[in-house]
């Protein structure tokens, strides 16, 4: 008979329904408990899925079942310090959103509270598991278009929140190539926000790749924005996105699509964390590429900061965004902090943590 894993998930919002999905996909797993501190969010979700056990105190619940899965669905700032809290309490494995942290001091605390205490973490960059996105990934490592040498992305809500799946992309499709340098820049004149983190207006960073390629990404620039991008190689080119791939090279005689096999990803990172805990597989979203996305993410704020190419690794633990507003460095010219994800928030809250 299967193992069953004892599931406790932490934040009952928008993107825990796709834990869920995974969960729910394969026989492994059992949900048992959840936490919410909005009352009426875990109550909803709860019913939903049928979870009886239900917290409104993260820790409580982790001090009081014996989970083997934990995963941490909450905004961003509580990433770190909730990957840390279920950490001490030993479970096989913990599955935390995208963006891992909010700078690369918080990353490094919670691999090293992972390894402390034995337990599997992985960030959940889940389209790594969508079927398009790695069937691209395969193509070009069997030659397709040849040597990469360009890929470029574009995007919006920031860089940490949405830019960190495209950056996951960059690597993930080139078979997770190392970033050796970055350049880029950052316009900040209104006071936003994205999901209680301080944000850019727009930005702009350019990878150079230990493969040889260099990669371009956009945000806020650019009306084309998807989750995917183009990646030209040095015998054709490949467009890439959640639901196809367009293939242009010299066989092809034109472009050639390629539909998605229609996988949910969501079931294929379940499936492949429990694998991963009976020693299968490794998790193709172990923590060190969610660190990888935030590192570059850091880089290109760095390099806004000290307005140079900053070679990698980045030795800054704080967000240099941070650091220049502090300073008076990104002045506000139109004055009054805006939250570009306040629509998320229950009841009386406008600003969440
Ligand atoms: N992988 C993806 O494609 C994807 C998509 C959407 C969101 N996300 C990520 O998921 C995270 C959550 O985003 P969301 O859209 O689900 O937000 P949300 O606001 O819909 O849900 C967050 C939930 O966390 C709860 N919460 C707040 N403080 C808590 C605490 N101390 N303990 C337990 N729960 C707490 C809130 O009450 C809320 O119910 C973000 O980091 C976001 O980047 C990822």
Redesign the pocket.
Known sequence: MSAIYRVGI???????H?HMTGYLGDERYQVVAL????AE?GQAFGSQYDISKRYTD?REMLGQESLDIVSI????K??AP?TIAACARKPRAILC???MGVNLGECDEMMIAAKRNNVKLAI???RRFNPVWTDARNLIAEGAIGAPMQVTTSGSQGLL?DCS?LLDFMRYVMSDPTAEWVMGNIERKTDRYE?DIRIEDRSAGIIGFDNGAVGQLLQELHSQRRQGGRVYGEDGIMDIDERRIRLLNSKTGGWEERPSTGEDPSVGQATELADWIEGKVEHRGEASHGRAAIEIIMAIYESARLHEVVQMPVQTHCSPIDVMIDNGDLPVERPGRYDI?AF???GEEMQ??
């Open positions: 932490i934040g009952c919002g928008s993107i825990s796709m936490a919410d501190p909005v969010a993260a669905c909450t905004w961003h509580l990433h909730m959103e995208k963006p959940a960059h889940q929140n799946h999901r994800r998320l928030l229950r969440g943590e």
